[in-house]
């Protein structure tokens, strides 16, 4: 079975100030990896993926993520939040021998104030 | 990407009626998925919708409850059926595109029960 866990339902930063959103996974094989966000009223926007390749995988928005395989997480960050970037966000893992399902966590928060 | 309409974007609806969502896709896929998020928390797949064949539902989730209907490429229906207070949860769609491994995702369908 695979999972994903966001440990914080809401994360706080000023802008300007560097962001990070937290996330760790469980798969039985090798994992894909993906963050989106939410804005209210709409649907999930896809930001990045990791498949395989560098650790650092870059995205829209100037958001980024590093893939850390021993400690099985996949942090979600960004040099400088905006005020625009406050937004509900998702994490999700796919094993890759476990077909097309998509596991999401259950959101992280985020809240960037001036 | 690909662009994915959803109708109708809500609905307020009584209890023991049914409701077809229509998610509607601007170019041809395989795999389509239905998922559910309730309020306040993150998603969940109902089931997946392969054009041609009878889709597949998760643990949870039987057809008899949520109809679906995958009779081209380019659309589907996810029917819920017999509601109650519930079912009140935004539903969405997603596909597939191509080879990258991504879900793109519909604004969503916000439906409440009475």
């Known amino acids: 079975a695979q999972s994903v866990a966001q440990p914080e339902d809401q994360v706080n930063v000023a802008e300007g100030n560097p962001l990070t959103v937290k996330c760790t996974y469980s798969?039985?094989?090798?994992?894909?990896l993906f963050w989106y966000v939410q804005y209210p009223n709409r649907g999930l926007q896809f930001l990045l993926k990791?498949?395989?390749?560098?650790?650092l995988v870059k995205g829209s928005y100037g958001f980024e993520a590093e893939f850390n395989k021993s400690q099985t997480s996949f942090h979600l960050k960004k040099p400088s939040a905006l005020v625009s970037d406050s937004a509900l966000y998702f994490c999700?893992?796919?094993?890759?021998?476990?077909?097309?399902?998509?596991?999401f966590g259950t959101g992280t928060q985020l809240k960037v104030e001036l | 990407s690909a662009v994915i309409s959803q109708k109708p974007s809500r609905d307020i609806c009584q209890r023991g009626t049914s409701l077809t969502i229509q998610c509607q896709v601007d170019?041809?896929?395989?795999?389509m998925f239905w998922y559910r998020q309730q309020p306040g928390q993150s998603l969940t797949l109902i089931a997946t919708?392969?054009?041609?064949?009878?889709?597949?539902?998760e643990s949870g989730f039987v057809i008899d409850k949520f109809p679906i209907s995958r009779p081209n490429l380019t659309f589907s229906t996810l029917t819920v059926s017999n509601m109650s207070p519930e079912d009140s949860s935004i539903y969405l769609c997603?596909?597939?595109?191509?080879?990258?491994?991504?879900?793109?995702f519909g604004a969503g369908t916000r439906l409440s029960v009475l």
């Open positions: 997603s596909v597939e595109v191509g080879s990258k491994n991504i879900q793109y």
């Open positions: 798969v039985s094989g090798n994992p894909y």
């Open positions: 990791y498949i395989t390749g560098d650790n």
């Open positions: 999700a893992v796919r094993d890759t021998g476990g077909g097309n399902k998509l596991t």
């Open positions: 170019s041809q896929v395989t795999m």
């Open positions: 919708a392969n054009q041609g064949s009878e889709a597949t539902y």
